[in-house]
């Protein structure tokens, strides 16, 4: 299998979450994070195929459609099983940890190294770029637009990413202050970014969602860490 993109974080410390927005974004805190890779784009179709010929999985959700036949796709109808078992499948091979981010690793990857910017981009809201406008009926290719501060695509648009954690709307007020992990247990996953299913494509690098681990839709991907 040929080397996935990666990109390396460095260790440190950024101001997480938002104020005055969604409750679930609060407080705003300062996080340490130690140093990760994390891949440059979601996982492609070209990617994960590799993986179903060579694990036998069932394959995902509106494979055979050809709106999400491009290789250069996300792939999409993942539920967090599914991406997990990527994950255990390339530790695996590669003998690496592989795994999925964190909550606050995607965050702090996707501000790009500034904790000012409301967007993995700046502070430009996505309805007055180009970029996002009309209506999508496909997630675009891995990489179409800029890449963020650290190099990375899409971070905050194309397709939600599944996270790591659990999700709890409380969390932030109980997170620790170094590598947080979410809580110990819940009945959704933490899942972030914008969705080329939606009016505004491009979502603010704070913003939480969730989703019960089972479900797969056609907007769902995720991308991948390498421990260091």
Known sequence: M???????????????????????ESPRHRVFIDAFDIAQTSVTRREYEIFLRETSRDEPKHWSDAAFANPDQPVVGVNWFDAMAYCEWLTRIRCETWRLPTEAEWEKACRGGNSEYEFAWGNEPPESIEYFQGNWNAPRPVGTWKP??????NMGDNVHEWCLDWFAADYYAQ??????????????RVSRGGSWRHQIKGSRAAHRSSLPP?????DYGFRVVREV
Request: hydrophobic content about 30%; overall charge negative.
């Open 2 to 24: 040929e080397s996935l993109p990666m990109i390396r974080i460095p260790g440190g410390s950024f101001w997480m979450g938002s104020e005055g927005r969604f409750t679930w």
């Open 148 to 153: 963020n501060g650290f190099g990375l695509f």
């Open 175 to 188: 997170s620790p202050e170094e590598n947080p992990h979410g809580p110990l247990d819940g009945t959704r």
């Open 214 to 218: 089972q479900f797969r839709y056609a």
